[in-house]
């Protein structure tokens, strides 16, 4: 799979979204703008055209009895009430009057507007010579004959008086186009501005991401190596310094596992260099004709081999449980079958010390979530720790509570020191009267494998209480 990093994974889909942005603004903006316009243009010339026909009506109508040499003051008076009526509409249209057989422009009257006007004029005529029902029937898009765009509305005067043929409304589809080019470019030119500014703020923005981000990995990387000093520096973003907090705290737990390991290293080289150096003695000795009977060597040396079988085989048991501790089991386990079988263990320990165990009437149907050989790893570690502190009694208790079922196991000796109790589940930490440090190891491990939580405390008035708490089976 192709690899990226967090800054190119969010910033490219941004900036690419920034490039295109103003594009499609600018296309969208001059598509909306032109075509309001021109709808803009086209209500205009209706509206002129509404206002024109009544006008010319009023203005010719009347005098259609008058002599012909007062016909000219009505023209003058229209031409002036179109003025004013221009100025009144304002928008983009516009108006030009035809009159006379050769269709001659009497409106407007400046000569730099008629020269102006002059293309668009020869359009209309050339389109009303062709088919004059076509560009008569509303309002028609035009080009001039000098290649400028214009929509129009030729209104034809019914009235034969004063020689009035063609009223045109016109507006410049040019002009147009001109001012939503120059408001295009400007809108570009805008967006492209504030595009820039989005741009730096937005790669300010992942830098102060990225950057811690670089930060941490590289922390992790030193964390790797083997360095666990805490992290000092702190993050203005909660996730990250949340996220700086709890690598703290993973270093903290590092730490002390590595701290655990080489005491454990340490303490179990002890333990197994003792035996080792014993039997190699004795052997020596053996060997050396130095003791008077070889017996008395042969049971050290048997002795120390047992010790250190033991050793052995608890450190065995501790690797293979802790190797696949995440998958836990699940079975159902009869808990009055696997006390009977443990307290059968160390009968023999009990009954040499004169040390009895009660075990206060439970129900014999009690099933917990487990494997027997995790239950029987745990349950035979407490009681052996028990039997080796107590003075005259164990206290096997099993019950159910809310949730859960409650085994305890409490002796009645001198109890645990309060500085020991937290340390008691550690390897090869060894207590007042200890052996190994492993036991107990062993009995937490085998409990995280079932799920299930061990925990110690003093009881009063005296002596030690383990509580191993498993969840009940539930029959599906």
Known sequence: ??????????????????????????????????????????????????????????????????????????????????????????????????????????????????????????????????????????????????????????????????????????????????????????????????????????????????????????????????????????????????LRNSMNMMLNRLQHTDENQKRFFQDISHELRNPLMSISGYAQGIEQKVFPSDQEAAHIILKESQRLTNLVNQLLTLSRIESNISQQVTDPVCVADVLDCCIDRIRGITMKNNISVRIPPFSSDIIVQGSEEMLEKVLENLLSNAARYASTEILICVKKAQDSVIISVADDGCGIAPEDIPHVFERCYIGQNGRYGIGLSIAQSAAKKMNSRISVQNKKPCGALFELRMSPYVYT
């Open 1 to 242: 799979m192709k690899k990226t990093t967090i800054f190119h994974k969010i910033f490219l889909p941004i900036w690419i979204i920034l490039l295109l942005l103003p594009i499609l603004s600018c296309l969208i903006f001059f598509t909306a703008a032109k075509y309001a316009a021109y709808q803009t243009a086209k209500h205009d010339l209706k509206s002129m055209q509404e206002k024109l026909v009544p006008l010319i009506e009023e203005s010719f109508s009347a005098i259609q009895n008058k002599k012909s040499t007062e016909e000219r003051d009505p023209i003058k008076t229209f031409q002036k009430r179109i003025t004013h009526l221009i100025s009144q509409t304002g928008g983009y249209a516009k108006v030009a009057i035809l009159a006379g057989q050769d269709l001659q422009i009497i409106y407007p009257r400046d000569e730099e507007i008629q020269e102006e006007i002059a293309p668009l004029l020869d359009s209309v005529l050339q389109s009303l010579s062709k088919n004059e029902t076509d560009i008569l029937n509303g309002t028609s898009a035009l080009r001039a004959t000098d290649e400028k765009d214009y929509f129009v509305n030729v209104y034809k005067v019914s009235l034969q008086t004063n020689n009035l043929r063609y009223i045109i409304a016109y507006c410049p589809i040019s002009d147009i186009g001109a001012w939503i080019s120059q408001a295009n470019t400007l809108f570009l030119i805008i967006s492209v501005i504030l595009m820039s500014i989005v741009f730096l703020l937005t790669w300010l923005s992942m830098k102060s991401i990225t950057n811690p981000v670089n930060q941490l990995c590289n922390e992790a990387k030193r964390i790797g190596e083997g360095d666990f000093s805490q992290i000092e520096s702190e993050f203005s973003l909660d996730e990250l310094d949340e």
